[in-house]
């Protein structure tokens, strides 16, 4: 039986303003979602609410300074940010980076990969519903890394450790027992979770067949990471395009199948296996040696009429540079390729028609940081 | 026509004084249940809970409660005055008329009802207008959307709840909860209907709106839900029904299921014995709450539908249609048993079915191998 409804009787959608406050939108994302009841008829996302100008910023300051700036636009992972960063640097100015410096780098950056997706699991779950837990555990384990880069950098988020050419300093002396005690508990961690969310019948059914997009369309629209990857699209760029040692190193790149949300919560998950394996062939090939160039100018300058552009593998995907020089000691342009922001454009695809609370979790499975988005 | 038994003349003076014992004792049975919860869910997750305020943290509901009393008393300028201000009330008396079925021990409870266990699903179910309430007055459209919520989810898992609670009065022969308890003095009735148990816990869960239901209020979606425009002492009324609400869902489930004060050391225990008893019982089922909601994720809103009209409420519907045959035709009550593990079975399988929107795709992950990208 079809029942029809009057024709005066009109029903209108509902907007619901999602953020800049509200508990599960990452930071300060502002989306506004048209609903029909619980279906999630439009979205409309707005970002900007942290732009800091630090692209602009990084032209009035020299190539030992932009550093710090590139640790704010990426908080939780700087030192692949950084990595970026000085890679461009190095690039324009020719400099020979000492084979010391290249691994703690490799393991360095690894190591806030793993951190990272520590982040992204323990935010993830709470979107999801649990009540605490998998933060708590995450927030653990990623204390743990952070401890450990504080006793390298000083500094417990804005490391500003990679300079131009090498490191700052030396890593202290019991660096690789202090590496390889984190990775035990890394190990553990990672345990915890897939006992925890990946085995729940509630979480799988919460996301599975959730936010598919197919790789065509991610593809389309510029995704990379982890986030291309659940989608099915092996793009890494350690594989494909290996900077630093990645090409001495034995990894996989793992990949979904189905490019839904689980798909994204599993592929970072099996990726942090891969940067253990990763993080634990690095510490073999350590060797002793400088950690600078021997020649190293005092005030670097960059030769004039010059560009670059460097990309490197962040957790949450192609992390590029873009620096222009002419001449002198500041870059005269320097753009930051966003991951967060091309993974961001596929929200509305992915949400709509959805329910409301699948939005939030999709939005929680682009893992956004939104500093990097709005720079 | 049960007072007699408690030796006191003045029906009502009697009821009176019970009543406002009762009242007083549950509001510190609810401080002492939120300080639990946070200890007992902090040791799941690894930290400590309260510790500050009075002697390992004892006086932090205490602390909380004053502090929710020296609160300004907001309201939205929109909000409907009336509505948004007399919800929490009607949130609250509610789930404290609930108490005055709920037996303590022998001869231990306001009034014996006939109609005892028809009572306690009507007077809970009368909650939820308090929620719509809620959110209909507050003005906002997160509340609004929990409001809805809350109406769908509470009709739908009364239907379970209320067939659960009949099946268990047809094995007792009774729907006086004094009488529901003694029959369990030698066999609790958990032993003649596990599956019943199971959607009870289940059920149960939904109607108190805790994890995996807690679909109204979820923190990450619609931020408190028909909470969100409340403050101060309001507030705390809202918070206060919940946590009664889990107290008597919990007696009740010491009554009905586990046999009360009655098994499994009889009726003749002192009352000191049998409070002890029936106290132990109702913090199981507590704690398997807390337990639960520290461990699992919130269903979506769909999902919980299609698992109470298309699982739960079909269940129960064939025990009860069983229960009736055995006991008409005097079967032995083990049948029951077989047919509730059974029973257990199905469900288990068709949770699986339900709740996934769609034919699972398989969930391997393949990984590439080293020769680079495709």
């Not at chain 2, 401080?31 to 009075?54: D, H, N, S």
Request: negative net charge.
């Amino acid at each position: 039986m079809v029942i029809e409804s009057a024709p005066d009787f009109e029903t209108q959608d509902l907007l619901i303003n999602v953020g800049p406050q509200h508990p599960s939108t990452h930071g300060v994302f502002r989306m506004i979602l048209e609903v029909d009841g619980e279906i999630v008829k439009d979205l409309i996302p707005h970002i900007g609410y942290l732009h800091r100008g630090a692209e602009k910023l990084c032209e009035n300051n020299d190539f030992r300074q932009g550093v710090g700036y590139m640790d704010r636009t990426e908080y939780l992972a700087s030192h692949n940010a950084e990595l970026s960063y000085v890679m461009a640097v190095e690039a324009l100015a020719e400099l020979e980076v000492p084979e010391r410096a290249q691994w703690i780098r490799m393991i360095l950056c690894e190591l806030n990969r793993l951190s990272s997706h520590f982040m992204f699991l323990g935010a993830f779950g709470v979107d999801v519903g649990v009540f605490g837990t998998p933060f708590i555990y995450a927030w653990r384990e990623r204390e743990a890394l952070i401890d450990l880069f504080e006793e390298i950098s000083g500094d417990r988020m804005m490391y500003a450790y990679f300079r131009a050419g090498g490191l700052a300093w030396e890593v202290p002396g019991n660096f690789e027992e202090r590496v390889r005690e984190v990775l035990v508990s890394t190990r553990q961690g990672m345990k915890d979770f897939d006992n925890l969310l990946t085995r729940n019948e509630i979480f799988l059914a919460r996301t599975k067949n959730v936010g598919i997009i197919s790789a065509e369309d991610a593809i389309e629209l510029g995704m990379s990471g982890p986030t291309l990857r659940a989608s099915g699209v092996s793009l890494d760029i350690r594989k494909s395009e290996p900077y630093m040692y990645y090409d001495q190193i034995d990894f996989e790149v793992p990949i979904g199948t189905n490019g839904d949300v689980f798909d994204r919560y599993i592929v970072r998950l099996k990726e942090m296996e891969q940067s253990v394996s990763i993080i634990e062939q690095c510490l073999e090939r350590l060797n002793d040696g400088p950690i600078m160039p021997e020649r190293m100018p005092r005030m670097l300058r960059l030769p004039e009429g010059q560009e670059v552009y460097i990309r490197t593998e962040a957790p949450r995907g192609e992390y590029g540079i873009y620096l222009v020089s002419k001449g002198g000691n500041k870059p005269w342009r320097l753009k930051v390729r966003s991951a967060c922001l091309s993974n961001l454009q596929a929200l509305k695809k992915m949400s709509v028609g959805q329910y409301v609370a699948d939005a939030i979790i999709i939005l929680g499975s682009i893992d956004i940081v939104l500093s990097e988005v709005d720079r | 026509m049960n007072n007699g038994i408690y030796g006191i003349e003045i029906a009502w003076l009697d009821a009176v004084i019970r009543l406002h014992i009762i009242v007083g004792l549950m509001t510190v049975v609810v401080m002492g249940l939120i300080y639990v919860e946070r200890k007992v869910l902090a040791r799941f997750q690894q930290r400590l809970g309260p510790t500050r305020t009075g002697p390992a943290g004892l006086l932090q509901s205490v602390a909380d409660g004053l502090k929710l009393v020296g609160k300004e008393d907001l309201r939205p300028r929109n909000a409907d005055p009336w509505t948004f201000e007399l919800a929490p009330y009607m949130v609250f008396i509610p789930v404290f008329l609930g108490f005055v079925i709920v037996p303590f021990a022998f001869g231990m409870q306001v009034r014996i009802l006939e109609l005892g266990l028809i009572y306690f699903v009507a007077t809970s179910s009368l909650g939820i207008i308090g929620w719509v309430m809620a959110g209909w007055g507050s003005d906002n459209r997160y509340a609004m959307i929990g409001g809805m919520r809350a109406a769908a989810q509470g009709i739908s898992y009364e239907l379970p709840l209320v067939l659960s609670l009949i099946s268990v009065a047809m094995v007792s022969e009774s729907y006086n909860l004094n009488e529901i308890v003694l029959s369990q003095s030698t066999y609790p009735n958990l032993l003649w209907q596990p599956l019943v148990l199971v959607i009870f816990i289940i059920a149960g869960l939904a109607e108190l709106n805790r994890t995996p239901f807690d679909i109204p209020v979820g923190e990450s979606e619609v931020v408190g839900g028909p909470f969100v425009e409340y403050s101060g002492i309001r507030w705390s009324f809202f918070f206060l029904a919940e946590y009664a609400a889990l107290f008597i869902m919990g007696l009740i489930f010491a009554a009905v299921f586990m046999g009360g004060w009655a098994w499994p050391l009889g009726e003749e225990l002192g009352r000191g014995w049998q409070i002890l008893l029936v106290t132990v019982k109702t913090s199981l089922f507590i704690f398997l709450i807390f337990w639960i909601r520290a461990s699992v994720p919130r269903l979506r809103i769909d999902q919980l539908m299609a698992f109470s009209w298309k699982i739960l409420l079909p269940l129960t519907f064939a025990q009860v249609l069983i229960n009736g045959a055995v006991l008409v035709y005097d079967a032995p009550l083990w049948i029951l048993t077989i047919t509730g593990l059974v029973g257990i079975a199905v469900l288990v399988r068709l949770i699986e079915r339900a709740v996934r929107p769609s034919p699972a795709i398989s969930n391997e992950v393949v990984t590439a191998g080293n020769e680079g990208a495709s």
